[in-house]
């Protein structure tokens, strides 16, 4: 674990909660939220137009540059889902504490209905699919995992944001 950069890193599929959850924990931790995929959109527009104009490719290098940037700053990061499909994305987040969040396929079908999700155009069969392609990549960089299926945010975030909080401390005794 590095002394620098953000006290968190949170991962996992699309529709867990990644930007919700993170920010309640910034707040909680009294620290910054840096969202990778809102940097994104901010800086060339909405995902779902990048994907069709520039393609996945592009998005992807574009993605690797704003993880780097975001993983050399102080406070709670969200990744988008596919950020850790990057090996230089991979091999950064083992010197990081990273919280992943899974969701079931019941309850995260309500939350990608009609989103904007390029790789999820097809519903829940593509998230799915999506979903088991990363699994193993998610659960090996995860410090911990919550699964934000049907449990309050708010509880999930607080849970989150002691985990951090007993981590340090126990760091900072080594």
Do not use: C
Request: charged share 30%.
């Amino acid at each position: 674990m590095t002394t620098s950069g953000p006290h968190l890193v949170v991962i996992g599929a699309p529709g867990a909660g990644k930007t919700r959850v993170g920010k309640r924990v910034a707040r909680l931790l009294k620290v910054r939220f840096i969202d990778t995929d809102r940097r994104i959109v901010a800086a060339h527009g909405p995902i779902a137009t990048i994907f069709a104009e520039r393609g996945e490719t592009w998005f992807r290098q574009v993605e690797r540059a704003e993880v780097a940037k975001a993983l050399s700053e102080v406070g709670v990061v969200s990744l988008g889902g596919g950020a850790v499909l990057d090996p230089a994305t991979q091999e950064q987040l083992a010197h990081h504490r990273v919280a992943m969040l899974t969701v079931s396929a019941e309850a995260v079908e309500e939350r990608i209905a009609g989103a904007k999700r390029p790789l999820l155009k097809n519903g829940i069969d593509a998230w799915l699919t999506l979903v088991e392609s990363r699994r193993e990549i998610y659960e090996r960089l995860a410090s911990r995992s919550w699964d934000t299926s049907d449990r309050p945010i708010d509880q999930i975030a607080a849970e989150i944001a002691e985990w951090v909080l007993e981590d340090s401390a126990s760091k900072e005794l080594q």
